[in-house]
């Protein structure tokens, strides 16, 4: 059975930081593209950050460039979103995604992240 489970969300102080975690079970995702999303209510849901499995490479939001950053750790089938001097702005449900380039498409259940003034 394909799943992604994320875990670390929670309540934290503006400034503060969160470590989110991303298991992967069912299938190998060193051969997807793993990704973190967010999404508020009434909002879609938006890109944080994404890490390719060729190569490596990391793209960002300009919201988060500098603040949070995604990791993985392929012999573990786990994805990382480290994010530091959170803002209320950051609030959110945060989603894990996984694609691959042959267009299957896997989505965790979400974590709450709320970030206190």
């Known amino acids: 059975q394909v799943q992604l489970v994320e875990s670390g969300g929670g309540l934290v102080q503006s400034g503060g930081s969160l470590r989110l975690s991303c298991v992967a079970s069912g299938f190998s995702h060193s051969y997807y593209d793993m990704s973190w999303y967010r999404q508020t209510p009434g909002n879609e849901r938006e890109l944080v950050a994404v890490?390719?499995?060729?190569?490596?490479?990391?793209t960002y939001a300009d919201s988060v460039k500098g603040r949070f950053t995604i990791s993985r750790d392929n012999a573990e089938n786990t994805a990382y979103l480290e994010m530091n001097m959170l803002t209320p702005e950051d609030t959110a449900v945060y989603y894990c995604?996984?694609?691959?380039?042959?267009?299957?498409?896997?989505w965790g259940q979400g974590t709450q992240v709320t970030v206190s003034s």
């Open positions: 890490m390719r499995s060729s190569g490596g490479s990391k």
């Open positions: 995604n996984a694609h691959s380039t042959w267009g299957r498409n896997y």
